[in-house]
């Protein structure tokens, strides 16, 4: 048996944060960025709790018909790049950003620790901290993210989040 939102829901409340069940394998949370801004959050199971997404819905929104568009995409593209775990959607002028990765179990532990939760989860909002105000700024100037700054790109640290023989699925894949 996979993740549960049960398990979840635990691991958000030791976290003291509010969140909401959407529907079924869904639920929503808020995170504070920086700037004092929220950041709308879904966190769904997939794969009868084989499969955890960590996703921001409405990333950027009105983007559709903007003059620099086309910058704003060649960057999403340098961040994927350098970041590997993220990935993008676009549709009806917004933009979503999310992660994705399997869960499997290697032993009698839990299928994903809590310390693994916290260590994803922490690090997509860190992620979000570092690029949207960067995005904002390509779709605005049309300038888009120099080489220095893509380097400096927060990256999700796997090894943390992940137990060293879990990591043989993402080499199995990326083969």
């Known amino acids: 048996m996979g993740a549960t939102l049960k398990q979840i829901a635990y691991y958000l409340t030791q976290q003291n944060r509010e969140y909401t069940k959407l529907a079924e394998g869904c639920i929503a949370v808020d995170a504070a960025l920086g700037n004092g801004d929220k950041l709308a959050i879904t966190i769904t199971l997939q794969e009868n709790g084989e499969y955890l997404e960590i996703a921001a819905p409405q990333l950027l929104q009105g983007v559709k018909g903007k003059v620099n568009q086309s910058a704003l995409f060649q960057a999403m593209l340098a961040i994927s790049w350098k970041t590997r775990l993220l990935r993008w959607q676009y549709?009806?002028?917004?933009?979503?950003?999310?992660?994705?990765?399997?869960?499997?179990?290697?032993s009698q532990r839990e299928i994903l620790s809590?310390?693994?939760?916290?260590?994803?989860?922490?690090?997509?909002?860190?992620?979000?901290?570092?690029?949207i105000p960067r995005l904002e700024a390509v779709l605005e100037t049309g300038e888009c993210l120099a080489e220095e700054e893509a380097e400096e790109l927060p990256r999700l640290n796997l090894p943390e989040i992940f137990r060293p023989e879990s990591l043989d699925i993402f080499k199995r894949g990326a083969a």
């Open 91 to 106: 549709a009806n002028g917004e933009v979503l950003g999310a992660i994705g990765f399997p869960l499997e179990r290697t």
């Open 114 to 131: 809590e310390a693994q939760f916290n260590a994803a989860l922490n690090g997509f909002v860190s992620l979000m901290n570092y690029i």
